[in-house]
């Protein structure tokens, strides 16, 4: 149970669009609420604000993996990711979950639609 | 007897330990995945260097979009695509970052090699694009000029 309350199933902090367009590809746009602290930020107390951020981002189409996103650091506050893949349908499901370095995690699922 | 029960009793103890472990720190099998040397090197040949890559071959079939110069260095927005057959992976470095592996992307079933991202460069530098396809590695760079540092 220790798995399900590191889990944040939060949907606001996920927005997620999945396009299919001209020539059978289909465009996942992915915007997440993420501080993405490096670390090496002070705060106005001159105490360095601990590092915190997106680590794995993996993406799936109806629950085969499509892609395996790794982040450091220096992804922007509020991550934003634009992918493609080919062999989708109307309908068919895309599922994104991140992870970051604290363990927390959120995974958000959206329908395939036409352009 | 005795001899003989002592190491299995032990072994199950360590397996419901682990098993317990497992459930308790998920993050952990993250850490596994995590290519943590090569995001926390310093220097971008240490970071090739723990991505095992030997040999680069500059290829102009690497295509990075972004500005020429970036306002806010905070989010400047990088659009890659490899034109290269069997793209596996792709790495987004920043040269001159604190550490400048920003990102490592792999692709499975039907994924294009295609990634528009937004990230931070402390300073003017180039952003590099690493691309395995087969045994292969390639690689192209961009220069971007910043006016403001983005990583504070």
């Known amino acids: ?115 | 007897m005795t001899e003989n029960n002592m190491p299995r009793r032990g072994f199950l103890q360590l397996l419901a330990m682990g098993f317990a472990w497992a459930l308790i720190t998920p993050i952990n099998a993250l850490a596994a995945i995590w290519h943590k040397n090569a995001f926390e090197a310093a220097k971008l040949e240490e970071v090739t260097n723990y991505l095992n890559v030997d040999v680069e071959i500059v290829s102009q079939d690497i295509i990075i979009k972004a500005p020429d110069q970036a306002e806010n260095g905070a989010i400047v927005q990088v659009e890659v695509i490899s034109n290269i057959a069997d793209t596996a992976s792709m790495a987004i470095l920043v040269e001159n970052n604190p550490t400048p592996l920003i990102a490592h992307f792999t692709f499975s079933h039907g994924a294009q090699p295609y990634i528009v991202t937004r990230i931070k460069m402390a300073e003017t530098s180039d952003i590099k694009v690493l691309v395995k396809a087969g045994e292969q590695y390639f690689s192209n760079t961009k220069s971007v000029i910043v006016l403001e540092n983005g990583c504070g």
């Open chain 1, 1 to 115: 149970m220790a798995v399900a309350n590191m889990t944040d199933l939060n949907a606001d902090n996920m927005k997620m669009r999945a396009q299919l367009k001209a020539g059978g590809i289909t465009e996942v746009k992915v915007l997440i609420s993420h501080p993405m602290e490096t670390g090496r930020k002070k705060d106005d107390f001159d105490q360095l604000i601990p590092a915190h951020f997106v680590q794995l981002l993996t993406a799936s189409l109806n629950d085969k993996l499509v892609l395996e996103a790794q982040w450091g650091t220096g992804i922007s506050k509020n991550p934003y990711l634009t992918f493609r893949l080919t062999g989708a349908a109307v309908g068919d499901m895309i599922t994104v979950t991140w992870q970051d370095n604290l363990g927390k995690t959120a995974t958000q699922q959206i329908a395939v639609t036409q352009a």
